[in-house]
């Protein structure tokens, strides 16, 4: 028969066991703004490159990577949706009818979600420094209108990896809305 003190070892080694799985499905999850985002398998969590940054991810192929980077500026931070949307889009060298401007809005459980998808020359940089064109890159963008106020999610990255991250872009952020 086992002893009372060896049930309690067993129990407090399960309890540790089951822990340390939820604490490893926990790191997946990540909260901007009161919403709460589970990252995308294959995606990497990474440090946030700045203290601008609320949340950022990576998706690689092969040696190539796109950047995930999620921003919040509190209730009424970095202006409307449309401002938003014409700072992404401009941040392409070419015009912006040469870079197959995609921008639908809809519902998702109440929030307004906007997504915004864009190719071509990238002009990769700091907001005001130098910038280095990034030829063949996309950008995927959302722009959630959340309760605590707007969440912008910015994915720029090579148009191939991009155009392969789009589902799981779009299933991210709206099982956060579930």
């Not at 990238?122 to 907001?127: A, H, I, N, S, Y």
């Amino acid at each position: 028969m086992f002893k009372s003190h060896t049930i309690v070892r067993c129990l407090a080694i399960a309890a540790v066991a089951c822990a340390t799985n939820l604490s490893t499905v926990a790191a997946e999850d990540f909260a901007v703004a009161g919403v709460t985002f589970t990252k995308p398998e294959k995606w990497k969590k990474v440090r946030p490159a700045s203290s601008m940054r609320a949340a950022q991810l990576e998706v690689h192929e092969g040696s190539a990577k796109a950047n995930v980077v999620f921003f919040y500026f509190g209730p009424g931070g970095a202006g409307g949706v449309n401002a938003n949307v014409d700072r992404w889009l401009k941040q392409f060298q070419e015009p912006k009818e040469k870079i197959n401007p995609k921008v639908e809005t809809k519902q998702i459980n109440k929030t307004k979600v906007t997504f915004v998808e864009a190719e071509g020359t990238f002009m990769d940089g700091p907001p005001f420094g130098a910038k280095t064109p990034m030829p063949g890159y996309g950008l995927l963008g959302v722009i959630v209108e959340g309760p605590q106020g707007m969440i912008f999610i910015k994915a720029t990255g090579p148009k191939k990896i991009l155009a392969n991250a789009d589902r799981d872009a779009r299933k991210m952020v709206e099982d956060a809305l579930k």
